[in-house]
């Protein structure tokens, strides 16, 4: 998901494929770790190779953010491979982009929403600066322009617990329970709170059962 991905489909009887392989290896090594080379042996993995619906090997696949986006089938000489890889590297900007992304600090975060200000992993690494910075408001405004995701429901719900905070989750919920039917602000406040405990508490799944028996 967050580096381009060479799937080479082949295996050790199939000439073209032993023949392509140092190709592959080769010019992906030249990129640097910008793209990754995945060998897959089609006998060992049969699934693989079907799920790829390869209808004969050497069988190359490139993928960006998780999805094939080119491909080739049959040997192919370096100078074609070259240029079938480098079809998949980042652009100069997208490289800018990931670096002040990966500053993290709200300078570097805001100057990738000027340019793209839709950029969700942006918006969402900014949301949560200006939530530690008790800028929830400007949170909640910010997060506002992406659709609602598992990852801003987090933030979000961090940026309107901050406008009031809760010393006991426990306690919390369980004083809300009587309200949440009617009253949307407590409903609200309910699931915030589930949404910062996390799946991972044990508490969790029995809250939500607590809610779900309440509106239904």
Request: net charge negative; glycine share 6%; charged share 25%.
């Amino acid at each position: 998901m967050t580096t381009p991905v060479i799937i080479d489909l082949w295996a050790p009887w199939c000439g073209p494929c032993v023949a392509l392989t140092p190709i592959l290896e080769r010019v992906t090594d030249a990129t640097n770790g910008q793209v990754v080379l995945v060998k897959v042996n089609v006998d060992d993995n049969p699934n693989i190779a079907r799920a790829f619906q390869a209808q004969s090997i050497p069988a190359v696949y490139a993928i960006r953010n998780g999805e094939v986006v080119d491909g080739f089938v049959g040997g192919q000489p370096e100078h074609i491979v070259a240029q079938f890889v480098a079809s998949v590297l980042p652009t100069e900007a997208e490289v800018e982009v990931e670096e002040l992304i990966a500053a993290g600090d709200e300078d570097s975060l805001r100057a990738v929403l000027n340019e793209s200000p839709g950029h969700e992993d942006a918006i969402i690494a900014l949301g949560e600066l200006l939530v530690a910075s008790d800028r929830a408001e400007e949170a909640l405004a910010l997060l506002a322009r992406i659709p609602e995701s598992e990852r801003t429901r987090k933030v979000s719900a961090a940026a309107r617990l901050s406008l009031k905070p809760v010393d006991n989750y426990d306690e919390t919920l369980e004083s809300l329970l009587d309200s949440v039917k009617a009253d949307e602000q407590a409903r609200q406040e309910y699931i915030d709170i589930l949404e910062l405990m996390g799946a991972d508490d044990p508490r969790t799944a029995g809250y939500r059962k607590k809610l779900t028996a309440r509106l239904f």
